[in-house]
């Protein structure tokens, strides 16, 4: 690796120090039925978010809960503390499309239809409403 690319990964290694995230890869649901559920918790706080999801009756809804949980504790492990209530808030939250897996499905006439089973990948960032310099 040359100095510069370096120089530009060490500087995005010590940015993502100070950010707490989680990432959810190969979901297999559709991105589209799991954004649904994203954009229902998108910039609240952590403990209403955690309602919502707790109570939704779509599926992708207990995968992002799952991930939700695991960015707050995240967050608690880097900053040695408990999370009080209404402190913690979902900054950013983003789904992108994963691999696709083909299949063929027997049709009529000897003719065969393409299945296209879609996996999504969910990175979610949670951040303090008040931000303490230590």
Request: glycine share 6%.
């Amino acid at each position: 690796m040359g100095a510069r690319k370096h120089i530009a990964a060490q500087a995005r290694k010590d940015a993502q120090k100070n950010m707490y995230f989680a990432k959810l890869k190969g979901v297999p649901s559709s991105p589209r039925k799991m954004r649904y559920v994203v954009d229902m918790i998108r910039g609240m706080e952590v403990n209403r978010a955690l309602g919502v999801l707790r109570f939704s009756k779509k599926q992708a809804a207990a995968d992002v809960e799952k991930l939700l949980r695991s960015a707050v504790a995240n967050w608690e492990t880097k900053n040695d503390r408990k999370a009080e209530d209404g402190e913690l808030y979902i900054s950013k939250v983003f789904v992108d499309e994963g691999v696709t897996m083909k299949r063929m499905r027997p049709a009529p006439q000897g003719r065969g239809y393409r299945i296209r089973k879609r996996s999504n990948h969910v990175t979610l960032f949670v951040d303090a409403k008040t931000t303490n310099d230590k």
